[in-house]
């Protein structure tokens, strides 16, 4: 099993920055074997959608609409996945979720309880 604590969501202004952490916590195998650590988000009303993520190997992904604006890394030896969001763009409040898909013991996804963020215009 992973915990997973995620952190630093709030209110900022359109324009602003905030830096998320997610840490996780519990099997070690499983975390360190992790095929992907990453953040989502959901809005009210809307369906859950990838922001980004970071492979074991380092590579990342991110969504077209984060692209030049979002940055994610992680930090193995904390276990921990940041999300540095900058250029925020004034949205609908959504909350952002830590999520890491790990093989070990068996393939499965764990999720965080999620931070708010909302921009404000």
């Known amino acids: 099993q992973v915990q997973l604590v995620e952190s630093g969501g709030g209110l900022v202004q359109a324009g602003g920055s905030l830096r998320l952490s997610c840490v996780a916590s519990g099997s070690i195998l499983s975390i360190i074997t992790a095929n992907t650590m990453g953040w989502y988000r959901q809005a009210t009303g809307k369906e859950r959608e990838l922001v980004a993520y970071?492979?074991?190997?380092?590579?990342?992904n991110y969504a077209d609409s984060v692209k030049g604006r979002f940055t994610i890394s992680r930090d193995n030896a904390k276990n921990t996945v940041y999300l540095q969001m900058d250029s925020l763009k004034s949205e609908a409040p959504a909350v952002y979720y830590c999520?890491?898909?790990?093989?070990?013991?068996?393939?499965?996804?764990?999720w965080g309880q999620g931070t708010q963020v909302t921009v404000s215009s």
């Open positions: 970071i492979t074991r190997g380092g590579s990342t």
């Open positions: 999520n890491v898909n790990s093989p070990i013991p068996r393939p499965a996804d764990y």
